[in-house]
């Protein structure tokens, strides 16, 4: 109840203060003595005028509903293609000493670039359509996924393995009753990070060309030095991270009931 | 208890690659046998190579030279006679007791309705009725090690190969596992090989006790015990018999023990 309360205090005195450094002296005869000028920063009021005006009257390219649905799209797609080819791949060499060894450094190398640089390579060659985003959505999430599901299976306990082969395991009970449980808890922690990593690449990818998208309408609010429409479009992402998020959570203790706690990611 | 040979070493001896890239000799030319239908327990000081000697005995790791036997086999890989109850927890955290319990039928073939049916049946016996649906996590270290001796016992192995089952258990539930262990195996016939740092649990379980040198591990002497069965081990303790024996193996393994000591010490103080 304290901490709830304390929440909320904290976002009035946050909201405040922006809206009340950026109102004194801002507008009317002595608007030269302005603390924070609206007009690079925002504003809470000027925000929420915004976004009332996306639901009511739509943005410049279609309805806000249709803006929201195709990021969410190209961002459920590209986890999805994402996490699936990081396990598919992790397990493979984790399970593979040859394979690992063979592809490890450029798996390294791959992971040392900044990513999102692909991006303008994917826009180039699969257009301003939705391929593209979903391909840089599904290159930021493959990583992740791909390491911890990689380090899940080398981190399996060695007695868990012998007292499987021991109790009659064949290779492929030995995958499904021992190693993918174990690897498991290691891959749902990543998948916290990878949603926010595609929904990054959906973003970044219609920011850098696209018909539709939060993301086209960020870079559009920036062309028209509409600091309140970036702010609005960043507490849209917001809402749909924590969304996301929450749904992430529910996942992960449906299928790991049997953890007392979580483990943390491993950072790349 | 027949004469036909359960479990041959012959001059087994196993050598590990050390962190630092040496080779280091864990067993050397360690020769043990092992009846049909016999109980050895296998005593020594920490380091000296008892787990290794399980290891080699259930085929998980190969001897680098020597030779290991089962039923007159050698062992190549790993065998499903054996049932090997490990020192360290290895019940599977994701995985209830129930089908902790169930796992090994249910890898072996047996469909899930009868897999669970015998479970449940040893989850009784192991004294851990209406904990079917529980995770290790939310069992007590007694209990885990319980989930462990069910999940053995339930495939019948020939070969029992335990190491250390009981030392996390406290003094009266230990007793009772002991004889309860006893009970079964009488019933069962199966040749048991028990590691175990309590001579007195040694001497009170076993037909044969074996001690084991200081690593390099090697048999530094062989032990019968001739005390009558069925035994109960609360009481067998306080018999004449048990106390010579046990002051003529501690002899053995006090040396061992002493060794082993300074060697860590050794190692700590330079
Ligand atoms: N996989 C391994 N790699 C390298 N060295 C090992 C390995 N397993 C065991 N050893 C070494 O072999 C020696 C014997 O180990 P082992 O586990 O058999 O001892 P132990 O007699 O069971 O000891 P304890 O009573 O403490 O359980 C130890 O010095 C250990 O460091
Ligand atoms: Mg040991």
Same mark, same amino acid.
């Given at each position: 109840m304290l901490v709830q309360v304390l929440r909320v205090v904290l976002a009035i005195v946050i909201l405040g203060t922006w809206e009340i450094t950026t109102r004194v002296g801002c507008?009317?005869?002595?608007?030269?003595?302005? &603390? &924070?000028d609206p007009f690079f920063f925002g504003q809470p009021s000027g925000i929420w005028t915004q976004l009332v005006k996306w639901v009511q009257v739509g943005t410049a390219q279609g309805p806000l509903w249709e803006q929201i649905a195709v990021t969410l799209e190209e961002t459920v797609l590209g986890f999805a293609i994402g996490v699936v080819l990081g396990i598919i791949f992790g397990v493979a060499l984790g399970r593979n000493r040859l394979l690992s060894d063979v592809l490890g450094p450029y798996i390294k190398a791959m992971n040392a670039m900044p990513r999102v640089v692909l991006g303008s390579i994917f826009t180039i060659a699969l257009g301003l359509e939705m391929p593209s985003k979903v391909a840089l959505a599904v290159v930021l999430v493959f990583f992740v996924v791909f390491f911890n599901a990689f380090q899940g299976v080398r981190e399996v306990d060695r007695d868990l393995l012998a007292n499987a082969r021991i109790l009659g395991a064949s290779q492929r009970q030995l995958s499904r009753h021992v190693i993918l449980p174990s690897a498991l808890s290691w891959i749902l922690a990543s998948l916290h990070t990878s949603f926010g990593f595609a929904l990054v690449g959906a973003i970044v990818g219609e920011y850098l060309g696209a018909r539709k998208g939060i993301g086209l309408m960020i870079a559009t609010a920036q062309g028209t030095f509409n600091a309140n429409g970036v702010f609005a479009a960043m507490f849209i992402l917001a809402v749909v991270a924590i969304v996301a998020e929450a749904l992430v959570t529910k996942l992960e203790d449906r299928l790991i009931k049997w953890r007392p706690n979580a483990i943390t990611e491993v950072s790349i | 208890m027949s004469d036909q040979v359960a479990i041959q070493l012959q001059k087994a001896t196993k050598r590990f690659t050390s962190p630092n890239g040496k080779s280091f000799t864990a067993l050397r030319d360690l020769d043990l046998t092992v009846a049909a239908g016999e109980f050895t327990a296998v005593v020594g000081p920490t380091g000296c190579g008892k787990s290794t000697t399980l290891a080699l005995i259930s085929g998980l790791e190969a001897p680098s030279a020597g030779t290991v036997r089962v039923f007159g086999e050698p062992v190549s890989a790993v065998g499903r006679s054996v049932g090997y109850v490990f020192?360290?927890?290895?019940?599977?955290?994701?995985?209830s007791v129930l089908d902790n319990v169930a796992m090994g039928p249910r890898m072996r073939g047996v469909d899930t309705g009868q897999a669970n049916a015998e479970a449940r049946q040893w989850i009784a016996r192991v004294g851990l009725d209406g904990f079917e649906r529980y995770y290790p996590h939310q069992l007590s270290g007694g209990m885990r090690k319980r989930v462990a001796l069910a999940q053995t016992l339930i495939n019948h192995p020939k070969i029992l190969l335990m190491d250390e089952p009981f030392s996390a258990l406290d003094v009266q539930t230990r007793a009772l596992m002991e004889n309860e262990l006893l009970d079964l195996w009488a019933s069962t016939g199966s040749s048991v090989v028990f590691v175990t740092h309590d001579l007195e649990e040694a001497i009170g379980m076993a037909d044969r006790v074996v001690v084991i040198t200081a690593g390099p591990g090697t048999v530094k002497g062989t032990y019968r015990v001739d005390l009558p069965r069925p035994r109960n081990i609360a009481e067998i303790r306080f018999q004449p018999r048990f106390i010579e024996l046990y002051g003529e193996i501690w002899n053995d393994l006090r040396d061992e023990v002493l060794v082993s000591y300074e060697r860590t010490k050794n190692r700590v103080a330079s």
């Open positions: 507008y009317g005869p002595d608007s030269g003595t302005c &603390v &924070v | 020192q360290r927890d290895a019940v599977f955290p994701w995985k």
